[in-house]
């Protein structure tokens, strides 16, 4: 098993993608110290290098802003990245979402000192990469759909205009799934409007 590095210089040495496997307190040293992107889920550290292309963090604050306007006066909350969502179930787990959004007062439990996970997210949005993609439509999507309070994750390809979405249709596990490709489709947000994929992708060099 490669060594778990410490430092941003020490990670580059290694692959785009890297798992290391590390106990909790272990993690939650690395992560006070903030050395490179990181997630936690029972017991291995993910490490994505290339999440961070100019793609994907151009289309973090377009789809901040294509959610704005419909959400803005009923009563939601939208946040970046880097906000640690809190799974239930056995096990710790640590992940982050492109963007999350919240209705109401935020619901969090503590991690350690000041670090809080955040609980209750409604949608979740996650800006597909080439190193994170199944990752976060395999394994991440399993750990997201067990949160109560969740009704809609947003997966937004950095590549080409092309969004799908998962929307919960009930507490038992059933998801309605659908994909919106082409700039003339136009992505369904919580039951409050919609917003279209030339909006979302114009401004880019696609």
Not at 10 to 37: G, H, I, K, N, S
Not at 54 to 78: G, V
Not at 115 to 137: C, Q, R
Not at 149 to 166: A, E, F, M, N, T
Request: aromatic share 12%; with cysteine; proline share 7%.
């Amino acid at each position: 098993m490669a060594q778990l590095p410490r430092t941003q210089k020490e990670r580059l040495a290694y692959d785009a993608t890297m798992v290391w496997e590390a106990d909790w307190d272990t993690f939650l040293d690395l992560l006070e110290a903030d050395p490179y992107p990181m997630q936690y889920d029972k017991g291995q550290i993910y490490s994505f290098l290339d999440y961070a292309t100019l793609k994907h963090e151009e289309l973090i604050p377009l789809i901040i802003s294509a959610l704005f306007p419909l959400l803005e006066r009923k009563n939601y909350r939208i946040f970046g990245s880097n906000l640690p969502l809190s799974i239930p179930g056995p096990g710790k787990i640590y992940f982050n979402a492109d963007c999350t959004v919240v209705k109401g007062p935020s619901e969090h439990i503590p991690l350690r000192g000041e670090m809080k996970a955040i609980t209750n997210p409604v949608m979740l949005v996650e800006v597909l990469s080439e190193s994170t993609y199944d990752f976060d439509l395999g394994q991440k999507f399993q750990r997201y759909k067990t949160i109560p309070s969740l009704q809609q994750v947003l997966y937004i390809d950095s590549q080409s205009p092309s969004v799908i979405s998962y929307r919960r249709k009930d507490q038992e596990g059933t998801w309605l799934i659908e994909e919106f490709t082409g700039l003339e489709g136009a992505v369904p947000v919580l039951e409050e409007g919609t917003f279209s994929l030339k909006a979302l992708y114009e401004p880019l060099e696609l």
